[in-house]
């Protein structure tokens, strides 16, 4: 598993652009709120010790996450420079786990080739509960964090192209 070794928190500070001058938002599942908002919170964290500005950071909650695909599509609508999308589906019982998750991933996927804001997908998609929360500031760190730090390495190269 990639994530074993690897805290998803570390970066290294001299490699991430000066993200000072960029807006970003952040759509936010409702679902599985305990791990949304450890997420949610990774993110924002890594923005602000970026130099993001608070009040330049837009978030906005969504019911699961398959509402993320219409809420990132709004937000893109507001200018900002990223958009992050935060959810998290945990695997039950049903094939509904497979269906959110593939329709999830084409719906970003969808959104960063017909528009020009970057989407960055930062969606669990895990088999435990336990997973999902070694994931979102636990024992792997944050996925959150490891999104922002993508979302200016993406912004920066909206602006540089």
Same mark, same amino acid.
């Given at each position: 598993?990639?994530?074993?070794?690897?805290?998803?928190?570390?970066?290294?500070?001299?490699?991430?652009?000066?993200?000072?001058?960029?807006?970003?938002?952040?759509?936010?599942?409702?679902?599985?709120?305990?791990?949304?908002?450890?997420? /949610?919170? =990774?993110?924002?964290?890594?923005?602000? @010790?970026?130099? %993001?500005?608070? !009040?330049?950071?837009?978030?906005?909650? #969504?019911?699961?996450?398959?509402?993320?695909?219409?809420?990132?599509?709004?937000?893109?609508?507001?200018?900002?420079?990223?958009?992050?999308?935060?959810?998290?589906?945990?695997?039950?019982?049903?094939?509904?786990?497979?269906?959110? /998750?593939? =329709?999830?991933?084409?719906?970003?996927? @969808?959104?960063? %080739?017909?528009? !020009?804001?970057?989407?960055?997908?930062? #969606?669990?998609?895990?088999?435990?509960?336990?997973?999902?929360?070694?994931?979102?500031?636990?024992?792997?760190?944050?996925?959150?964090?490891?999104?922002?730090?993508?979302?200016?390495?993406?912004?920066?190269?909206?602006?540089?192209?």
């Amino acid at each position: 598993m990639a994530t074993e070794n690897k805290n998803l928190s570390e970066y290294d500070k001299n490699t991430i652009p000066n993200a000072s001058n960029f807006r970003f938002g952040i759509v936010v599942s409702e679902w599985n709120e305990t791990i949304t908002e450890g997420l /949610c919170k =990774g993110a924002i964290d890594a923005l602000i @010790d970026n130099g %993001v500005a608070k !009040d330049a950071i837009i978030r906005w909650d #969504v019911p699961g996450s398959f509402e993320l695909i219409y809420g990132c599509k709004k937000m893109i609508e507001q200018k900002v420079d990223a958009v992050i999308a935060i959810g998290s589906v945990i695997q039950g019982e049903t094939k509904h786990f497979d269906f959110v /998750c593939e =329709g999830v991933t084409q719906g970003i996927k @969808d959104l960063n %080739v017909t528009t !020009d804001t970057p989407v960055i997908f930062c #969606v669990l998609t895990d088999n435990t509960m336990q997973q999902a929360i070694d994931r979102s500031g636990g024992k792997h760190g944050n996925k959150g964090t490891e999104a922002a730090i993508a979302a200016i390495k993406m912004a920066q190269l909206r602006l540089n192209s």
